[in-house]
């Protein structure tokens, strides 16, 4: 089955414990991407990666580290977590484009609480 | 820079009622615009799409436009039932696998 998973699935820390969230697709994509999801702000993104060893800053860095050393997986790094990263995260991929924008396929999402 | 906003939640209707949601959007050129959908405690789905100006998406009773004079794409049922209970984003994208800016999302509740 095709699919984006992330783990955990919902974790609480506290201010400046490091963490990782993993995400991985079994679908070849190229393209992986990070989003947050906070309450009356939708979804906005963290970090994309286009292929391997190519990542990007999306709309809210801040805080976040990622890589891609392999293909399947773009892990999320909190080297020093605060408050305000209290968030909804998700995890996406989709293919190389072709003939047209290309459906990006997302992940059961990663609710984490930083106390 | 591009954005999209989508009329604000929550929108609760009785089952077989006729739904819209409005979405419109700012953007250069001419990007591709999604529906998702998110139900409750899962991750979004993409529900429909269109690529290009007068297409119309389809899928699962829902339907949206791309309408290129009002820049929208506002999505539409005709009769909703109470599984459609769920939080719909309206996004746009340019091809290339460039980043998907979302709407700020709607909740939908459908009450029997």
């Known amino acids: 089955e095709a699919q984006v998973t992330q783990n955990p699935r919902y974790l609480i820390t506290v201010t400046g414990k490091k963490l990782t969230v993993t995400c991985s697709q079994n679908m070849n994509h190229e393209y992986m991407s990070w989003y947050r999801q906070d309450p009356g702000l939708g979804l906005r993104q963290i970090y994309y990666s286009m292929n391997v060893e190519v990542t990007d800053k999306g709309d809210v860095p801040e805080g976040y580290k990622v890589s891609r050393k392999e293909k399947r997986n773009f892990p999320l790094i909190l080297e020093s977590p605060s408050p305000n990263q209290t968030s909804l995260y998700f995890c996406a991929s989709s293919s190389t484009p072709g003939q047209g924008v290309e459906t990006q396929y997302f992940g059961p999402g990663t609710r984490l609480l930083v106390l | ?112």
């Not at chain 2, 539409?76 to 980043?99: H, M, R």
């Open chain 2, 1 to 112: 820079g591009n954005s999209v906003t989508q009329m604000e939640g929550p929108v609760t209707l009785s089952e077989e009622a006729f739904l819209t949601i409005n979405c419109t959007y700012t953007a250069t050129g001419y990007p591709s615009l999604f529906w998702y959908v998110q139900y409750p405690g899962e991750g979004l789905q993409l529900l429909l799409k269109a690529t290009k100006a007068d297409d119309k998406g389809s899928n699962k009773g829902f339907e949206a436009t791309y309408r290129k004079e009002t820049t929208s794409f506002h999505l539409e049922k005709g009769s909703v039932q109470v599984s459609d209970s769920a939080v719909y984003f309206c996004a746009l994208s340019y091809s290339g696998n460039t980043p998907l800016v979302f709407g700020k999302g709607t909740r939908l509740s459908v009450i029997a």
